[in-house]
């Protein structure tokens, strides 16, 4: 069985500072890592995945995560918010093994921009 | 390409109905997905279905249902409404060219299910 955390439930930040928002993972086999994004009354968006390969990954809107084994991590990082970064961010773990498309996901973590 | 379209966007059920809701996949997508989210729970998988064939499910008692059809279109059911089924309910739908974690997962608006 997988299972994700999240360690903080929100993160406040001034516009144009850097953040990172903290993401570890449980899992007895090998998995693929993914950020999504999710905006107030709208779905999940995929910000960026690991699926192999170099272990920093850069998505979209600016946002890059490293993958690090022996730490069972996958931490998401922005050098510059900006205020439409205001969102609920979400790390998810899918198995290797398993087959098929089920994602395991973390509590989530808010970000909020402000001025 | 239009998005994932979920219906309806909206619900409100009492306690012991059942509902049923509505997920269009993207043009040529052939796998779709359900997830619940709730405050409480965070997003849990349901299930996903591929081919009209159900490929997984989660941990949900048999009150959760879900079919799809050759259109790829599908649809999920929760009879006996209870007041925890009060949540947002996402689709997610996918190419599935073979290797599950390749292919993008596009996720529809949700629909919001209150149960009273």
């Known amino acids: 069985a997988q299972s994700v955390t999240q360690l903080d439930s929100q993160v406040p930040v001034f516009e144009e500072a850097p953040v990172e928002l903290r993401c570890n993972y449980s899992?007895?086999?090998?998995?693929?890592l993914f950020w999504y994004v999710q905006y107030p009354n709208q779905g999940l968006q995929l910000l960026l995945k690991?699926?192999?390969?170099?272990?920093l990954v850069k998505g979209i809107n600016g946002f890059e995560a490293e993958f690090n084994k022996s730490q069972t991590s996958f931490h998401l990082r922005k050098p510059s918010v900006h205020i439409s970064d205001t969102a609920e961010y979400f790390c998810?773990?899918?198995?290797?093994?398993?087959?098929?498309?089920?994602?395991?996901f973390g509590t989530g973590t808010q970000l909020k921009v402000e001025l | 390409k239009a998005g994932v379209t979920q219906t309806p966007r909206y619900l409100i059920k009492t306690r012991g109905q059942q509902v049923t809701l509505s997920c269009s996949p993207i043009s040529g997508h052939r796998s779709v997905s359900w997830y619940q989210q709730t405050p409480g729970q965070g997003l849990q998988f349901l299930f996903e279905y591929f081919s009209e064939t159900q490929r997984n499910k989660g941990n949900f008692p048999g009150r959760f249902s879900g079919r799809q059809f050759s259109n790829s279109r599908s649809e999920m059911n929760v009879s006996t409404l209870e007041l925890g089924d009060s949540a947002l309910y996402l689709c997610a739908s996918s190419l599935f060219l073979g290797s599950p974690a390749i292919n993008e997962q596009f996720f529809g608006p949700g629909t919001r299910l209150t149960v009273l």
């Open positions: 998810a773990v899918s198995d290797r093994e398993g087959g098929g498309n089920k994602l395991t």
């Open positions: 690991y699926l192999s390969g170099s272990t």
């Open positions: 899992s007895s086999v090998s998995v693929y």
